[in-house]
């Protein structure tokens, strides 16, 4: 008889515990479907109760990597300098300095040479009219081998010098004002290379 009783609660239990979940399912989907019409139509969906309240944790803001920093430093250096353009003694001095902050610690150039490099390419840079993915590649090329001229091949540094070289030649530097671009680069590194 016992058994008989608990399996007609059951049968009468179940069906109302499916129903009430069933219910819930429906409910949600309803929400759903609302929220994504007031998306369409441009209304934004209610707060969500799904998130606690209180403080919510911030934002991880990472520095930027050394070659980050560089490339974004002598970008701005090189920006200004256009063709034709006067280039004042603060941009040369910047651009000396960003060239040498380009290198890392141990492994410093001369200032003689950083400022050789800095000149021939102040002189390429207003000579000729350089182009905005150019100007970029320039950079590029600066960047990856003075930040990695204690462990940059002969192989790496004279596939960013002739590149460099190429850069000018295409905006229409005569061939050999590019090489000296060039031979400035491989001076500058090559001393890094020695101070390593």
């Given at each position: 008889m016992k058994s008989s009783g608990l399996c007609l609660g059951l049968a009468i239990v179940l069906p109302v515990a499916a129903w009430a979940g069933s219910e819930q399912i429906i409910k949600q989907r309803a929400k759903d479907i609302r929220d994504q019409n007031n998306t369409k139509q441009g209304v934004p969906p209610p707060a969500s109760s799904t998130?606690?309240?209180?403080?919510?944790?911030?934002?991880v803001i990472l520095a930027p990597t050394p070659e980050q920093a560089s490339t974004k430093r002598l970008s701005a250096a090189i920006e200004p300098i256009i063709a034709g353009a006067n280039v004042t003694p603060e941009q040369r001095q910047k651009l000396n300095s960003d060239i040498m902050a380009a290198v890392p610690v141990p492994t410093k150039p001369s200032k003689e040479s950083v400022t050789r490099l800095s000149d021939e390419l102040i002189r390429g840079l207003i000579a000729k009219p350089v182009s905005g993915s150019q100007r970029e590649r320039l950079v590029a090329n600066l960047v990856s081998s003075?930040?990695?001229?204690?462990?940059?091949?002969?192989?790496?540094?004279?596939a960013a010098a002739s590149d460099m070289q190429a850069i000018f030649h295409s905006a229409g530097l005569p061939n050999p004002d590019a090489g000296k671009i060039s031979d400035a680069l491989r001076s500058v590194v090559g001393e890094a290379q020695k101070g390593k």
């Open positions: 998130h606690p309240a209180g403080p919510q944790p911030q934002a003075l930040g990695n001229a204690a462990k940059l091949s002969p192989s790496q540094l004279d």
